[in-house]
């Protein structure tokens, strides 16, 4: 994944972006709370070759990605068939 010159990704409240790419119908992006109990706040379905650029915030402190999918970081790509 290339970045870009301007940021390492983040915004100003240094919110970082990550990169969902469906590789199949069906892949499921759930995102979790932060706080003492940690519950489902949202959840997307995406079909081959959609997209979803998501970032953390101060509500979601974790996603689950359901599916085969590619995930883009600024740590590298992951890929959920590996």
Do not use: C, P
Not at 67 to 81: N, Q, R, S, V
Request: charged share 30%.
């Amino acid at each position: 994944m290339e970045q870009s010159n301007k940021s390492d990704q983040s915004n100003s409240n240094g919110n970082e972006y990550f990169v969902i790419k469906a590789k199949d119908n069906g892949v499921h992006v759930i995102g979790l709370t932060r706080g003492q109990d940690t519950r489902f706040h949202h959840t997307e379905k995406l079909d081959k070759g959609e997209v979803m650029i998501a970032q953390f915030t101060e509500h979601t402190s974790a996603v689950k990605v359901r599916g085969k999918a590619l995930i883009m970081t600024k740590f590298g790509t992951i890929d959920t068939e590996e």
